[in-house]
C-alpha cells in the first residue's frame, strides 16, 4: 500500500514521510516577465491531488513557473562551517505573478536522519546568508538570471519562507510532542521555527501558531511563525498546496512592501517638484497619476487576489492561509497602503484641480486683456483715419508744396494721432507682463527655492 493511501484504495491527506525536505521561499527584487520562460504551467510542475480542480478553475491568477531546473546537490554551495545534513536532491523553480512579482523556490531533499539542531542551523544559513549561496561556484541569483537570459542579475527580496516537512525519526518527534505541555513542545519544535537563534530556556515564551484543525496528536501537525513553518505527516499533494499559499502570501507581503516605498517616493517627487513651468507641472501630476493607478493594479491583483480561500476554498489550507496572514499582518499592511494610496490620489487630484483653476483664471485674464487691446486699438484706428483724411482734403491746412513727413508743419497732427496709440501698447505691455508673472507663481516657491504645487484650498480626503 502507497503511502497516503488507505486500504481501500482512497488518496489520504496524511502520510508518512522517510527523508526530510526543506523548501525554501524567496521573494525577489524588481519584477521578472512572464513571457521569459515557458517551462509549462504550475499545475504541471505539482502534484496537487484532490485541490486540482479548484486550482485549475483559478489558473489565470496562479503563479507562472518561468524556470524549473534540476540541479545536482554538490552544486550547491552554503557559507561558513560545514553542516550535517546532506543533500540528496535539489530543484530550482521560478515563479512569477501575472503582474511580474517573482519567487525563488529552491526544493531540498535531504538523506539519513536528520535533528532538529541540524535543520534549525540549515535554516539560519540559507535565510541569514543567503546572499553568499552559490551554485556551481558562482551567485546563485547570477546562475538563475542566466538561466532566465535575464539583462541583468536578480536580487534577493526582503521576504523569506522556509517550509519544513520533517521525516523519520524527526517527524515521530514532532507528532508525539505534547502540545498541552509548553516546555516540551518548545523543543525540538520552537528550536526550528527560530532557527535556533533563542536559548532553550526562553522557547516556553516564544509564540508560535498552530492552526487548530490542522493538528491531529500523532497523526499531523502544522506550526509556523512569520519566517518558518514545519509541516509534519501530510501527503505529498497537501504540502504541494501549503507550498503554493505560502509562494502567494510571501508575495503578497513583498508586493505591499513595493507598494509602500513607491508611494513615498511619489509623495517625495510630489512635494520637491523643481520646476516652474505650469505645464511641467500638468506632466508631472499626470506621471503620478499614472503611477497610482499601477500602485492601485498591485494592491488589487498582487495582494488582495492571494489572501483569501477563493483560490483552494477548502478549510483545511484555508486554516494555515489565515493563520499565516494573521503571522505575517498582511491584513493590516494592505487597510493601511490602501489608505495612503487612497490619500495620495486626493492630494494629487486636489491639486491638479488647484492647478487647473490656476490656470483658467490665467487664461481668462489674458484673454480680457487681448479683448481689452483688440477694443481700444479698433478705437484708436480713428486718429490715424482721420489724419489720413486731413492729408487727403484740400485745407487751408495742408500746403500741397510741403511733404506730409514735414513733422515741424505736421508734427501736432502726428502727436495728436498716435501718441495715444503708443501710450495704450504700452500700457498693455505692461497689463501682459503682469500676467505671465501671475502664471509663474501658480506654484509655491519655498524659502530653500523649491518649487511645490499649490496647497489645496480646502482639505480633502479621510
Not at 3 to 19: I, Q
Not at 125 to 140: M, V
Not at 276 to 298: C, F, K, W
Amino acid at each position: 500500500m502507497l503511502p497516503g493511501t488507505s486500504s481501500n484504495g482512497t488518496v489520504l491527506d496524511s502520510a508518512t514521510r522517510e527523508l526530510t525536505r526543506i523548501r525554501l521561499l524567496f521573494s525577489l527584487a524588481g519584477r521578472v516577465d512572464p513571457a521569459s520562460g515557458r517551462p509549462g504551467r504550475l499545475l504541471d510542475q505539482f502534484d496537487f491531488g484532490r485541490f486540482t480542480p479548484h486550482l485549475r478553475s483559478s489558473e489565470a491568477v496562479l503563479p507562472l513557473p518561468v524556470l524549473s531546473e534540476r540541479v545536482a546537490p554538490d552544486d550547491l554551495e552554503l557559507p561558513g562551517a560545514p553542516h550535517s545534513l546532506e543533500l540528496a536532491a535539489l530543484g530550482l523553480l521560478v515563479v512569477t505573478t501575472p503582474r511580474g512579482d517573482a519567487t525563488l523556490v529552491m526544493d531540498c531533499d535531504f538523506t539519513g536522519e536528520t535533528s532538529a539542531d541540524a535543520v534549525a542551523a540549515w535554516l539560519a544559513t540559507t535565510c541569514f546568508d543567503r546572499e553568499h549561496l552559490r551554485l556551481r561556484g558562482r551567485p546563485l541569483l547570477e546562475v538563475v538570471s542566466e538561466l532566465l537570459n535575464l539583462p541583468g542579475p536578480l536580487a534577493f527580496g526582503q521576504n523569506v519562507h522556509q517550509i519544513v516537512f520533517p521525516g523519520g525519526q524527526l517527524r515521530t518527534e514532532l507528532l508525539d510532542t505534547d502540545f498541552a505541555d509548553e516546555t516540551r513542545r518548545s523543543v525540538p519544535l520552537n528550536g526550528i521555527i527560530y532557527r535556533g537563534k533563542m536559548p532553550s530556556s526562553a522557547a516556553p515564551h516564544l509564540a508560535v501558531s498552530l492552526p487548530p484543525n490542522l493538528r491531529n496528536h500523532g497523526v499531523t501537525l502544522s506550526a509556523h511563525g512569520r519566517g518558518v513553518s514545519v509541516q509534519a505527516g501530510w501527503a505529498p499533494h497537501v504540502e504541494n498546496c501549503l507550498t503554493l499559499v505560502a509562494v502567494g502570501l510571501i508575495s503578497a507581503l513583498a508586493v505591499l512592501q513595493r507598494t509602500r516605498l513607491t508611494t513615498f517616493e511619489m509623495m517625495r517627487a510630489n512635494e520637491h517638484a523643481l520646476t516652474d513651468s505650469p505645464y511641467e507641472v500638468r506632466s508631472l501630476i499626470s506621471r503620478l497619476s499614472a503611477g497610482v493607478n499601477e500602485l492601485q493594479l498591485d494592491l488589487a491583483f498582487g495582494v488582495e487576489a492571494y489572501v483569501d480561500s477563493l483560490l483552494i476554498p477548502e478549510m483545511l489550507i484555508e486554516g494555515f492561509q489565515s493563520s499565516l496572514r494573521d503571522a505575517l499582518g498582511i491584513r493590516d499592511s494592505l487597510d493601511n497602503s490602501a489608505r495612503m494610496v487612497e490619500r495620495l490620489t486626493s492630494v494629487i487630484n486636489a491639486r491638479s484641480a488647484a492647478l487647473d483653476a490656476a490656470l483658467a483664471e490665467r487664461d481668462d485674464r489674458r484673454d480680457r486683456t487681448v479683448s481689452g487691446l483688440v477694443a481700444a486699438a479698433t478705437l484708436i484706428a480713428l486718429p490715424p483715419t482721420l489724419l489720413l483724411a486731413f492729408f487727403g482734403v484740400n485745407g487751408t491746412n495742408v500746403n500741397s508744396h510741403r511733404s506730409i513727413l514735414d513733422m515741424r508743419s505736421y508734427g501736432v497732427a502726428y502727436a495728436l494721432a498716435w501718441l495715444p496709440f503708443v501710450a495704450l501698447f504700452l500700457i498693455g505691455f505692461l497689463m501682459l507682463r503682469r500676467v505671465s508673472g501671475r502664471s509663474g507663481s501658480l506654484l509655491d516657491q519655498s524659502d530653500d527655492g523649491r518649487v511645490r504645487l499649490p496647497a489645496p484650498r480646502h482639505p480633502t480626503g479621510s
